[in-house]
C-alpha cells in the first residue's frame, strides 16, 4: 500500500523566513496531495493541496509543488509568521483504500520573533 | 453552517469495554472518513464509508467496525478495548468520493 515519508521532523525558522516541507510517496497511482495544519488540540485543517495534473500551485503564502517523476511533493511558506507554529501533515490519496488519506508523521513548525 | 460535528468529545473506558464514536458530516457530504491519531504520529485511516457503503479499510482489527447512516452520519465501534487503542479519533467528510476532506475536532479516548 501506500508509504508516506516526511521531514523533517522539526524545524525551526526566524520570523520573516521561507520554510521547506518534504514529503515522498510510494503508490505512483495517487492523485491527490493535500497538506493540513494542526494546532495543538485543534483539527488538521487543510491549507493546500495539488492533483497529479498540476505542477505547482500557490494561495498567498503557501505553495506545493509536486514532482510526479520522483514522487515526491513540497510545501513552501514565505515570509514565516509566529501564527504559522503548528504541525505540519502531508498525505497522499491512496487508491488502494478508496480514496482515503495516507498522512505523513508530521512537522512541527516552530517560528520564533 | 456547521462543520464535522463528533460526538462525545472526550471519553475514559476500561480495558475489555466496547465504545461508540458518533460522527455528523458536513451537510450534503456523502463521504466520511475514520482516522485514529496517536499523539505525535499522522493521523491512520481506519475506514471510509460513501454512500452508506464501505469503501476502504485501513489496517486495523476486526474489533474495529463502523457503519454509515441514510443521512450520512457515521458510528464508529471499537470492541475489547485495549489500552493501545488510546487515542483522538477523527472523523472526516468529504462532499464526493474524490473531493477535499474536511475534519471534526475528534473524540479524545482514554483506555485505563
Known amino acids: 500500500g501506500e508509504n508516506v515519508e516526511q521531514h523533517p521532523s522539526t524545524l525551526s525558522v526566524q520570523e520573516g523566513d521561507s520554510a521547506v516541507i518534504k514529503c515522498t510517496y510510494s503508490?505512483?497511482?495517487?492523485?491527490?496531495f493535500p497538506w493540513y495544519k494542526q494546532e495543538l488540540g485543534k483539527r488538521p485543517q487543510l491549507i493546500i493541496d495539488?492533483?497529479?495534473?498540476?505542477g505547482e500551485k500557490k494561495d498567498q503564502r503557501i505553495a506545493v509543488t509536486l514532482n510526479k517523476t520522483a514522487k515526491h511533493f513540497s510545501l513552501h511558506i514565505t515570509e514565516t509568521q509566529p501564527e504559522d507554529s503548528a504541525v505540519y501533515f502531508c498525505?497522499?490519496?491512496?487508491?488502494?483504500?478508496?480514496?482515503?488519506?495516507?498522512f505523513g508523521k508530521g512537522t512541527t513548525l516552530s517560528v520564533s520573533s | 453552517d456547521a462543520g464535522v460535528t463528533q460526538s462525545p468529545t472526550h471519553l475514559i473506558k476500561t480495558r475489555g469495554q466496547h465504545v461508540t464514536l458518533r460522527c455528523s458530516p458536513i451537510?450534503?457530504?456523502?463521504?466520511v472518513s475514520w482516522y485514529q491519531q496517536v499523539l505525535g504520529q499522522g493521523p491512520q485511516f481506519i475506514f471510509q464509508?460513501?454512500?452508506?457503503?464501505?469503501?476502504g479499510r485501513g489496517n486495523f482489527p476486526d474489533r474495529f467496525s463502523a457503519r454509515q447512516f441514510p443521512n450520512y452520519s457515521s458510528e464508529l465501534n471499537v470492541n475489547a478495548l485495549l489500552l493501545g487503542d488510546s487515542a483522538l479519533y477523527l472523523c472526516?467528510?468529504?462532499?464526493?468520493?474524490?473531493?477535499?476532506?474536511?475534519f471534526g475536532q475528534g473524540t479524545r479516548l482514554t483506555v485505563v
Open positions: 495539488i492533483r497529479s495534473n498540476v
Open positions: 498525505a497522499a490519496s491512496s487508491h488502494q483504500a478508496g480514496t482515503a488519506l495516507i
Open positions: 503508490d505512483s497511482a495517487s492523485n491527490y
Open positions: 472526516a467528510s468529504s462532499l464526493e468520493l474524490r473531493t477535499e476532506a474536511f
Open positions: 464509508y460513501y454512500e452508506k457503503e464501505e469503501r
Open positions: 451537510s450534503g457530504h456523502k463521504s
